[in-house]
């Protein structure tokens, strides 16, 4: 391994390396990655420039102000949607290697401007000259660091070389194949025209872009292990081509205008608008899906490995250095705490400003966005920077900021707006959440180490527990909530959840692991993380989620337990309830009309953890105002007294029902009060967990 290294080290000495250095002399204290990609960028603007130089005094010969007068309102329209779709552009995001990206993005653009070009001739061409520098100097403006910074100059020079040498060569050949401006009608050989000069186009593109994909590909040869060039030819090839996929309708829109006139030209082109903003769309959706399933793929791969890890959290870093990275879009990535250790810092020659985040970011609870015209609170004003995303890490048992995740992110397709910005919250509390929950456990453990070896497994097991479990009740206009559990032992096994969903919805979670004691404790956070993880990925369909639970569960654990589970999603607008019953004790539905009728939530399945083959049908009822939803697990009705008699379900109805009209606080107390009433001096022998929903009454 030491040798592969020490010659990819002396890859990133040879001469193009080292004359980009000249340029650009930060690249030495770069990484491997950083350095090579970096002068890629410095030397692809070294050899693009000069041909956008020679394109740009080509195209000003070339060009005749007259036209441009003549046909002055023409030329403000096209320059209109020029704009305009620039702004409707679509894209297609790929990993190419680990921790790097590229952005392939297309445009209907090019239809437009070549459609200018058959109609007017080059000097249109001058409108997306404009528009490639007014764009450059506003993300340059916006660009904090030199590699962003060089990576603009590589494509503002590229881009310009296009813009001019290839369309130029290509219209040159388009006039000496007879071709006609403005473009006459589709006759056979003014099509054969057009449509070889597209042609040419496209090949004066890959020649401007041939020593930018070379050093690309031995890039990737020196950066991949074994060698794997494959992602990054597809990449190029969608970069390059995506442009080109609309180029024949400049034909269409060329030849109509000529034959029909202004009108059907920009019927056409409001067809084409529709066209790019559902591709637009599509994009995005594409995209937000793949770094929602990323994320959650990358969430489920790091919780496994904290809880596969040595519990002192020896291992954190390096776990974090494995998954968190490709957790988010390319970007940097740190995590400290705030004893000034870093977790993690990606990339590792990247030096975040620690000291005076920390002394903003110390007094918050909750993750923040700034976009990259925001001025950023802990730096002084006026300085660059890319977008951010900020994450207190919150310690589990004082609910206090002990550290940081701070998320600088690379605008790849697209620049990052608020709303892209906040979607990543989620993701980076969960990430914040692990984190923390491995340095609570890592913690404990040590605590444990100077307590007696019986008690060190239950000590530890019963303060991670507390973590897995809602740290207040989510406030529900209309509604009152109430919970308690009551472990038998230091640990349980019973758990619940409130997953919070868009429009007003809420998942309710109550299950029991059929066991007591640490290992049912381990098995109910193992099923927590699954079920809660495949909610938020499956939403409204609970069926879905308890299938891929039980499905992972057996894969993954040997334990031979089960769990009976609850899962109900509650629309708190219409009191409607989505739900599916795995082998749980039912749920108690007390109407406030018909004198406190009781409906019984039963089974729709089997339990978790018993059948791989097992399926599980979703129901629904509705909560009206004034009714009472009663959620338990079987220690209530299971709970004996001296004489070995149970409180049983019944009683428990009975309770409920009498105790309807009071608040669903007050309610619980009483059925507890009752139970220990009726239990008296009796061990508790199982775990007890009461959540009572209580929909409030029309005033």
């Not at 130089?53 to 080509?58: H, K, N, R, T």
């Not at 995590?335 to 110390?362: N, Q």
């Not at 207190?392 to 892209?420: F, K, T």
């Amino acid at each position: 391994m030491s040798e592969v290294q020490e010659d990819k080290s002396e890859k990133a000495r040879v001469l193009p390396v080292r004359f980009a250095r000249k340029l650009w002399p930060e690249l030495e204290s770069m990484n491997l990655q950083s350095r090579l990609v970096g002068a890629g960028d410095v030397l692809v603007f070294v050899t693009s420039a000069p041909l956008a130089v020679a394109g740009l005094i080509w195209l000003a010969l070339e060009s005749d102000l007259s036209r441009v007068w003549e046909h002055w309102g023409m030329f403000l329209l096209l320059g209109g949607l020029i704009i305009l779709f620039n702004r409707l552009n679509y894209f297609i995001i790929i990993e190419i290697r680990k921790d790097r990206y590229g952005s392939a993005d297309g445009s209907l653009v090019s239809a437009i401007l070549w459609s200018g070009v058959f109609l007017f001739g080059v000097e249109v061409l001058w409108l997306a000259v404009l528009a490639v520098i007014v764009q450059f100097g506003v993300t340059w403006r916006r660009s904090a660091s030199k590699s962003a910074r060089w990576s603009l100059l590589r494509n503002l020079a590229g881009d310009l070389a296009v813009l001019t040498l290839a369309y130029l060569v290509a219209v040159a050949c388009y006039l000496g194949w007879g071709g006609a401006i403005p473009f006459p009608d589709f006759s056979p050989p003014m099509m054969a025209a057009a449509l070889g000069a597209l042609g040419v186009h496209f090949l004066v593109v890959l020649l401007i872009w041939a020593g930018y994909l070379g050093y690309s590909i031995w890039v990737q040869k020196a950066l991949t292990e074994p060698p794997d060039v494959l992602p990054l030819l597809r990449f190029m090839l969608l970069a390059l081509g995506l442009p080109f996929l609309a180029l024949p309708f400049s034909i269409l829109l060329a030849g109509l205008y000529t034959q029909a006139g202004v009108g059907i030209y920009f019927f056409l082109i409001f067809g084409l608008v529709l066209v790019a903003l559902l591709a637009r769309r599509l994009s995005w959706a594409v995209e937000t899906g793949r770094q929602k399933t990323r994320q959650l793929e990358r969430l489920e791969q790091l919780g496994r490995a904290i809880l596969n890890a040595p519990p002192d959290a020896s291992r954190l870093a390096e776990i974090l250095r494995e998954h968190a990275p490709q957790m988010f879009p390319s970007g940097k990535l740190a995590i400290w705490l705030h004893t000034g250790e870093f977790l993690l810092r990606h990339p590792e020659d990247w030096e975040p400003p620690v000291e005076a985040l920390w002394e903003w970011a110390r007094g918050r609870d909750a993750a923040c966005a700034f976009l990259a015209k925001e001025a950023l609170p802990w730096m002084s004003d006026g300085d660059a920077h890319s977008p951010v995303v900020l994450a207190p890490i919150m310690s589990v048992d004082q609910a206090q900021p002990i550290g940081c995740i701070y998320l600088e992110l690379r605008s790849l397709a697209q620049p990052w707006d608020r709303a892209s910005l906040e979607s990543l919250f989620p993701a980076m509390h969960s990430l914040s959440d692990q984190v923390a929950s491995a340095l609570y456990q890592a913690r404990v453990y040590q605590e444990t180490l100077e307590y007696q070896a019986a008690m060190q497994e239950l000590e530890f097991a019963g303060r991670i527990q507390a973590s897995f479990l809602p740290n207040e009740l989510p406030i529900l206009p209309g509604w009152e909530l109430s919970v308690t559990l009551l472990p038998a032992r230091n640990t349980s096994g019973d758990y619940f959840d409130f997953i919070p969903f868009e429009d007003g919805k809420i998942g309710i979670l109550i299950a029991d692991v059929a066991d007591k004691g640490l290992g049912a404790a381990l098995y109910m956070a193992l099923s927590r993380t699954l079920i809660r993880t495949y909610a938020l990925e499956y939403g409204l369909q609970p069926d879905l989620v308890f299938f891929s639970t039980n499905e992972r569960i057996l894969q993954d654990a040997r334990a031979n337990l089960f769990v009976t589970s609850f899962y109900g999603i509650l629309d708190v607008h219409t009191g409607a309830l989505t739900y599916c019953n795995a082998g749980h004790s039912p749920p108690f539905l007390i109407r406030a009309q018909d004198g406190g009728r009781v409906e019984s939530l039963l089974p729709t399945g089997m339990p978790i953890g018993v059948d791989e083959d097992a399926y599980w049908k979703s129901a629904q009822v509705h909560i009206e105002p004034g009714d009472v939803l009663l959620l338990y697990t079987d220690g209530i009705p299971d709970a004996q007294n001296g004489e070995g008699m149970p409180f049983r379900e019944a009683r428990l109805i009975e309770v409920a029902q009498a105790h309807r009209h009071m608040s669903a606080q007050e309610m619980q107390t009483a059925i507890l009060e009752a139970l220990h009433e009726f239990v008296g001096d009796q061990p508790q022998f199982d775990d007890i967990t009461l959540l009572v929903v209580m929909r409030d009454r029309p005033a």
